[in-house]
């Protein structure tokens, strides 16, 4: 089945360019950032103790400041680092004699831990979040924001796998851009990452939390998301329709619209494996690109009702 979508040259679309990091830097900095805050903890607080005459207090010193900085941000780390040194710091001052010095001495180094692990606590919560940023960025395209080929496989087939399990419905739509590939031999390379990028934003503004959008790869996109061919269907004709009205603001002033076909597939008992469901959602996708490109075609394996045509090719 096949339903036919007409092109409507009309709406902006302003999306905002992802920003992707290199893992290789992300892990660098990491490094340094760990590095540097606990050298200049350890030596900002070494001087500090010189000066006070606390030098006695230096090995309990590394405990609370590790602790602090390995398993909590600001507020943990410096109520840690505080607790913790403080209890050091009023055993060994409570040894000395009771006396305005004293009293000093303890303030001081009270402080000296409370500010360390509040500086490492603040450390550490950039660390975390860098370390996210890495995760982040093996799983997904660094041009497009979406989930990369490689992950998109190992989704698929863990979905693949529970349906077989425990029963269900999953879908899988296949999208490629019409002609990129003379889109680029007229606009440049330039143009054509920007246009994936629009292309990898509209996806993201579509889709539900549930589904998954990914970078099939070139100009290649896959979504698979839960539900039956019906859904699959209502989805691939919204994003169809998102891309063709997306507007691409070219040097010079120009402003191009591009369209995409593509193919739906449902996994069903006559799947033998996502392999199976893969190559019925390109053959789909080949149909629509051989009927004329920018239209939805449906797997014949699907069963849909008859008025469903009709309604989204109005």
């Given at each position: 089945?096949?339903?036919?979508?007409?092109?409507?040259?009309?709406?902006?679309?302003?999306?905002?360019?992802?920003?992707?990091?290199?893992?290789?830097?992300?892990?660098?900095?990491?490094?340094?950032?760990?590095?540097?805050?606990?050298?200049?903890a350890l030596?900002?607080?070494s001087a500090v103790l010189l000066v006070a005459?606390?030098?006695?207090?230096?090995p309990l010193f590394i405990f609370p400041l590790l602790l602090s900085?390995?398993?909590?941000?600001?507020?943990?780390?410096?109520?840690v680092a505080g607790w913790v040194g403080g209890f050091f710091v009023a055993y060994f001052a409570l040894r000395q004699p009771a006396d305005p010095g004293t009293a000093r001495q303890a303030i001081i180094g009270l402080a000296a831990f409370s500010l360390a692990g509040l500086v490492l606590g603040r450390v550490q919560r950039d660390q975390h979040h860098l370390r996210k940023l890495l995760a982040a960025t093996s799983l997904t395209d660094r041009l497009t924001g979406l989930y990369n080929y490689g992950t998109?496989?190992?989704?698929?087939?863990?979905?693949?796998?529970?349906t077989d399990r425990y029963g269900g419905?999953?879908?899988?739509?296949?999208?490629?851009?019409?002609?990129?590939?003379?889109?680029?031999?007229?606009?440049?390379?330039?143009?054509?990452?920007d246009l994936l990028r629009r292309v990898g934003a509209t996806l993201q503004s579509v889709v539900r939390e549930a589904d998954m959008a990914a970078r099939y790869g070139g100009e290649e996109f896959a979504l698979l998301l839960r539900g039956d061919a019906q859904n699959g269907l209502e989805l691939a004709e919204r994003v169809r329709r998102a891309i063709e009205t997306t507007a691409l603001d070219l040097r010079g002033g120009e402003i191009v619209y591009v369209t995409a076909s593509a193919g739906v597939a449902p996994y069903d008992s006559s799947c033998d494996g996502e392999t199976t469901l893969i190559e019925r959602a390109d053959q789909a996708l080949y149909e629509s690109k051989a009927a004329g490109r920018n239209q939805v075609t449906v797997h014949a394996s699907a069963e849909l009702p008859e008025h469903l045509s009709i309604t989204l090719s109005a």
């Open positions: 089945m096949r339903v036919v979508g007409k092109t409507n040259r009309r709406g902006v679309s302003h999306v905002r360019k992802t920003m992707s990091l290199h893992p290789d830097v992300v892990e660098r900095r990491v490094t340094v950032r760990r590095v540097v805050a606990l050298t200049g030596v900002g607080v005459g606390l030098l006695y207090l230096w900085a390995v398993f909590f941000f600001e507020l943990g780390s410096l109520l998109f496989v190992d989704y698929l087939h863990n979905e693949v796998t529970k419905e999953l879908t899988l739509i296949m999208f490629d851009l019409d002609h990129f590939k003379r889109f680029n031999d007229r606009h440049g390379h330039e143009a054509g990452n």
